[in-house]
């Protein structure tokens, strides 16, 4: 794929970059990196990726994309936000897979796991069309089971789980979305057929602000969901 047509829909600061360059691959970890890929620097809980970028560029990377200029004599694209960036050129890399799919993401401190379990049961049965789940036990692909690093994974993980599910048969997928990966902006761009809230509690005050901001967030998910269901009973449900 062509880099300009990677980047078609992310919003670019600066450039230094020819755009009929022929990309391999989409990498945000050096230690996966190909010759070839283009390296997106992201900011993590641990390490900072702009520190890797010179790792990077000797590994093959024919591109950088970062949110400040690379100190490395490099091809590089600038933009606003990295996560942003790797979300929406991750979602052209597999050619926007969550287009061909019904999505049902489920958000909320306890319950994911089981909500999303029963959904997949119930729409399996009584429509009989193949599903995908994504979660914290593990993904799944109809009745073939995946790994799983986290709840959700990274945006560019998500999509290429979405693209396998599409190409596989899955007409539906339902997803177990994070205060993290809506935070980290994981799910940027995806259009959930319907956005599930089960409650929110006390358990994640060690990433977020305030209760406040933690309901914040969670609330990202129905700005992107085309229908909502909503436990009532929970206090932050008017949220």
Not at 122 to 146: A, F, H, Q, W
Request: aromatic share 8%; proline share 2%.
């Amino acid at each position: 794929m062509k880099l300009g047509k990677l980047l078609e829909k992310v919003d670019i600061v600066a450039a230094r970059a020819d755009m009929d360059l022929e990309i391999t691959g989409i990498s945000f970890d050096t230690r996966t990196l190909r010759a070839g890929d283009v390296f997106v620097a992201i900011k993590g809980f641990a390490f900072d990726g702009n520190r890797f970028i010179a790792e990077a560029v000797e590994k093959g990377a024919l591109c950088v994309i970062c949110e400040k200029k690379p100190d490395t004599a490099t091809s590089h694209i600038i933009v606003r936000d990295s996560r942003v960036a790797l979300a929406q050129a991750s979602a052209a890399w597999f050619d926007y897979p969550a287009g061909k799919l019904k999505i049902i993401g489920v958000t909320g401190t306890n319950g994911k796991t089981t909500v999303t379990n029963l959904i997949k049961q119930v729409i399996e049965r009584c429509s009989g069309e193949k599903t995908g789940l994504i979660g914290t036990n593990g993904n799944m692909i109809g009745d073939r089971e995946l790994h799983a690093e986290r709840t959700t994974p990274e945006s560019y993980e998500f999509q290429e789980l979405l693209s396998m599910m599409a190409s596989e048969g899955c007409k539906y997928v339902v997803a177990e979305i994070s205060s993290h990966a809506l935070a980290l902006s994981r799910v940027h761009g995806v259009e959930f057929e319907v956005g599930v809230f089960t409650n929110l509690t006390t358990d994640h005050l060690d990433f977020h602000d305030s209760m406040e901001d933690y309901a914040a967030v969670k609330s990202l998910l129905f700005s992107c969901s085309l229908k909502s269901a909503i436990n009532i009973d929970d206090e932050y449900a008017p949220q």
